[in-house]
């Protein structure tokens, strides 16, 4: 079991920044592959950034390549997203997502894989 809380969200204008940042505490952190994810208004929740377990491979989203960064910190059970030139699109609610990793198994982005998930954190861009 492990327990993600995001923070980090807010109001930005376009072409703004923000930080997001998700909190894991329980089972061996290093353990887990780490997600984000995004739900919009009357929209399905979508995959945006994921990072394997040591961190040594990242995978985005189209919509975000290029302007997000996913990032991992093992000591401090933390992971992050970097959201840089954000759009009026980038607006929803932001998960932060875990599933436990076996071997050297790929990482998945498909949400139905992730088995633990945060409260969300809303992130809203004006023009």
């Known amino acids: 079991q492990v327990q993600l809380v995001e923070s980090g969200g807010g109001l930005v204008q376009v072409g703004g920044s923000l930080r997001l940042s998700c909190a894991a505490s329980?089972?061996?952190?290093?353990?887990?592959?780490m997600g984000w994810f995004r739900q919009a208004p009357g929209k399905e929740r979508e995959f945006v950034a994921a990072?394997?377990?040591?961190?040594?491979?990242?995978y985005y989203a189209d919509s975000v390549k290029g302007r997000f960064t996913i990032s991992r910190d093992n000591a401090k059970n933390m992971v992050y997203l970097q959201m840089n030139s954000l759009k009026p699109e980038d607006t929803a609610v932001y998960y932060c997502?875990?599933?436990?990793?076996?071997?050297?198994?790929?990482?998945?982005?498909?949400?139905?894989?992730?088995?633990?998930w945060g409260q969300g954190t809303q992130v809203t861009v004006s023009s």
């Open positions: 329980g089972r061996t952190f290093s353990n887990y592959v």
């Open positions: 997502a875990a599933y436990p990793s076996r071997g050297a198994e790929m990482v998945v982005t498909t949400r139905t894989r992730y088995d633990y």
């Open positions: 990072i394997s377990k040591l961190g040594g491979s990242r």
